[in-house]
């Protein structure tokens, strides 16, 4: 909802880490990160990737939720380190998004899931 407990704490930490930027002149970044995927994920651990390709592989329905027209972006795990080491070693103090600036709806990755897996 509006006023979600997740993006509630997302603002506040990023509200509270610029506070402390300038107010006590410390160092800081704020990363935003993606939605990150790569080798290791757990096919039980409740991301759209690993659960996709788990119910394809075992021949079960896609559960998609709603209509499918929500939008993620993807950012493979390896470009996302190197995007938040390069942003560690700059002096840039205010949010950065890292990820992948192309979205893609839940309903073609799902499409795009089952056109891989057969």
Do not use: W
């Not at 996302?80 to 700059?90: A, D, F, K, R």
Request: proline fraction near 4%; charge should be negative; charged fraction near 25%.
């Amino acid at each position: 909802g509006p006023r979600g407990v997740y993006d509630e704490a997302k603002r506040f930490q990023e509200s509270i880490t610029m506070a402390y930027h300038r107010f006590h002149g410390l160092e800081t970044r704020i990363v935003r990160i993606f939605n990150t995927y790569g080798p290791r994920m757990r096919l039980n651990d409740g991301r759209v990737i690993p659960a996709f390709i788990g119910q394809a592989l075992r021949g079960e329905d896609l559960t998609v939720f709603g209509d499918g027209s929500q939008t993620r972006s993807f950012c493979y795990v390896d470009d996302q380190v190197e995007g938040i080491y390069q942003l560690l070693l700059s002096d840039y103090a205010d949010p950065v998004n890292i990820g992948n600036p192309h979205e893609i709806t839940i309903k073609d990755f799902a499409e795009e899931i089952i056109k891989l897996t057969g």
